[in-house]
């Protein structure tokens, strides 16, 4: 194998490595301790550090993320955003709205009725077809079920993967208060909610994996490891 010598601008993206580990590095766990940094043809330069979770997410992975990011999010046009529930993903979901004017579509919304009763499967399919069969969107929510639809529709994805405890405790927080992504106010934590909660690192995830897998090379696949990972590229995206 022939390695080139390092010049001047390795050297440049070097220093701009050390720099975001620098105030990102976390001692105590040992995290954020490998950085990587991306520089683009236009000459604008992306950097990542490493996150652990339970697939973890490497230095380079959130580099070139943060990449296609910000070079392809002004041409995202068919949008989805899937994560635990609890992960914030219709709170991410608006302020993609808000920042691409893409109408956002919520499926809990087409799911769920007001009086607490669910729709039919045909008639939840044909709606999300008509929506799928337009020209932009972005639309939150999993239901796995429909997800490979989705995927074949869509030209980005973004998913949510957060610690399942920080997941729960957003869920426990947003009891009896009023949502723009329900039909009604939840005023209780219902078991089979619940262990479809406690499931979903183990039931859904691996599956939502494999399903983004199949799609890598003909989707932008973004994927959010914290909170701060999603606010992060907002901002970026701002710029």
């Given at each position: ?16 490595v ?11 766990n ?20 490493n ?73 939840f ?10 020209d ?20 980005t994805?973004?998913?949510l ?39 979903f ?18 989707k932008?696949v ?8 999603a ?9």
């Open positions: 194998m022939n390695l080139e010598p390092i010049n001047e601008s390795d050297k440049e993206l070097i220093e701009i050390r720099n975001a580990i620098i105030p990102n590095y976390d001692g105590e040992f995290n954020h301790t490998v950085g990587a940094a991306v520089r683009c043809r236009n000459g604008k330069v992306y950097t990542g550090v996150v652990y979770s339970i697939h973890g997410a490497c230095a380079e992975q959130v580099a070139i993320g943060a990449a296609s990011f910000c070079l392809c999010g002004t041409a995202m046009k068919k949008v989805l955003v899937i994560g635990c529930p609890g992960a914030g993903k219709s709170t991410f979901a608006r302020k993609l709205r808000d920042l691409t004017g893409l109408p956002l579509y919520y499926l809990d919304m087409i799911w769920h009725k007001p009086d607490g009763t669910n729709v039919s499967r045909d008639f399919d044909d709606s999300l077809k008509e929506i799928l069969n337009r932009q969107w972005i639309i939150d929510g999993n239901y796995l079920r429909t997800l490979g639809m989705r995927l074949e529709a869509c030209d994805v973004f998913l993967d957060y610690p399942l405890e920080l997941c729960i405790k957003s869920i426990k927080g947003r009891m009896g208060k009023k949502r723009e992504d329900m039909p009604w106010i939840e005023d209780g934590y219902d078991e089979e909610f619940n262990q479809e909660v406690l499931d690192p183990s039931e859904q995830l691996p599956k939502i994996y494999d399903m983004l897998n199949n799609y890598r090379n003909e932008n973004i994927i959010f490891s914290s909170r701060d990972e606010s992060d590229y907002i901002r970026r995206y701002k710029k």
